[in-house]
């Protein structure tokens, strides 16, 4: 399974990006199972952590951000073509960070696994 995440770049305080991230590889051709997609970033020097994730479970799907972008941020998710994208608006410089798509997808032969994109970089100026 690989994941392609895009859409990274310079933008200015106040401005607004929209990530991407396509899941392929051999799975789509069995039955598979995208449980959930979602975004982490980590910034230099900083942990790892998780931005927003779209999770599907038979009660519903469940949405969650973390708190300092819950109001400026959307996650989506395309099945159909198997993505997910990240609308982000008013961002700000502490935004900047390298962007992580990760998805957990279940196929009857592998059961369910986590996967990690490469990383987009996104970086706002003040």
């Known amino acids: 399974v690989q994941l392609q995440a895009s859409g990274g770049g310079l ?3 106040g ?3 929209r990530l991407s991230c396509a899941a392929s590889g051999s799975f789509s051709g069995s039955f598979y199972r995208i449980n959930s997609m979602g975004w982490y970033r980590q910034a230099p020097g900083d942990q790892r952590e998780l931005v927003a994730s779209h999770l599907t479970a038979a009660s519903g799907d469940r949405i969650n951000y973390a708190p300092d972008v819950k109001e400026r941020f ?3 998710r395309d099945d159909a073509m198997n993505m997910v994208h990240l609308q982000m608006n008013s961002l700000k410089p502490q935004d900047t960070a390298v962007y992580f798509c990760t998805a ?3 196929t009857l032969g592998t059961g369910s696994v986590s996967y990690w994109g490469q990383g987009t ?3 706002v100026s003040s």
């Open 121 to 123: 970089l996104v970086t």
């Open 74 to 76: 959307t996650i989506s």
């Open 104 to 106: 957990n997808i279940w």
């Open 15 to 17: 401005g607004s990006l």
């Open 11 to 13: 933008v200015q305080a």
